[in-house]
């Protein structure tokens, strides 16, 4: 059974820096393109960035370009995300998620950051 823990979001003020955690179980990360999405009160859920199965070739929108950076330690079968220069605009709930064939079909339950101005 597929599980993903996301943990490590917060209330921070903007500029500051979130790492974001998912534990990961019941699959090997290293063998699975792994993504972070996000979706604000009232706005539908966006990509953010993801990290490709075996060489983690990594992929970002552009807001978070720069900004954010998705990284994978296989030995801890966790995917992380380190988000620096936080602004208002990137307050949402977090949400990991594993990419089986085309689609992502495995989703965590998520973790809110909030960034105040």
């Known amino acids: 059974q597929v599980q993903l823990v996301e943990s490590g979001g917060g209330l921070v003020q903007a500029g500051d820096s979130l790492k974001l955690s998912c534990a990961a179980s019941g699959l090997t990360v290293r063998a699975h393109t792994l993504g972070w999405f996000r979706q604000a009160p009232g706005k539908e859920r966006e990509f953010v960035a993801q990290?490709?199965?075996?060489?983690?070739?990594?992929g970002y929108a552009d807001s978070v370009k720069g900004r954010f950076t998705i990284s994978r330690d296989d030995a801890k079968n966790t995917v992380y995300l380190q988000m620096n220069s936080l602004k208002p605009e990137d307050t949402g709930v977090y949400y990991c998620?594993?990419?089986?064939?085309?689609?992502?079909?495995?989703w965590g339950q998520g973790t809110q950051v909030t960034v105040s101005s």
């Open positions: 998620a594993v990419r089986v064939a085309t689609e992502y079909n495995y």
């Open positions: 990290i490709s199965w075996s060489v983690g070739a990594t």
